[in-house]
């Protein structure tokens, strides 16, 4: 006869990381439903803060934009070289 284990399954069967009251399951239950009542108020922003994100978007940008000109030069020569 197989021995009881006195510890507990420590296998997590209660924690989900999705809501799984979705439409077209078989338990799903409309009053459930979640609904976010916070609306997302957008911030007023003057335009020298807009084109001041802009330039630093460009700026976050810009090595990777140089790195892979450099990259596509580099090749393009090389294939020149070989090619001629």
Do not use: C, H, Q
């Amino acid at each position: 006869m197989p021995r009881k284990n006195d510890k507990e399954d420590e296998l997590d069967t209660e924690t989900t990381f999705v809501d799984m009251n979705v439409d077209g399951f078989k338990w799903y239950d409309p009053s459930k439903k979640k609904f976010d009542d916070k609306k997302t108020v957008k911030p007023k922003l003057s335009r020298k803060e807009y084109w001041r994100m802009v330039r630093g978007a460009f700026a976050a940008l810009a090595p990777y934009v140089f790195i892979l000109l450099a990259a596509f030069g580099i090749v393009i020569a090389l294939a020149y070289l070989w090619l001629s």
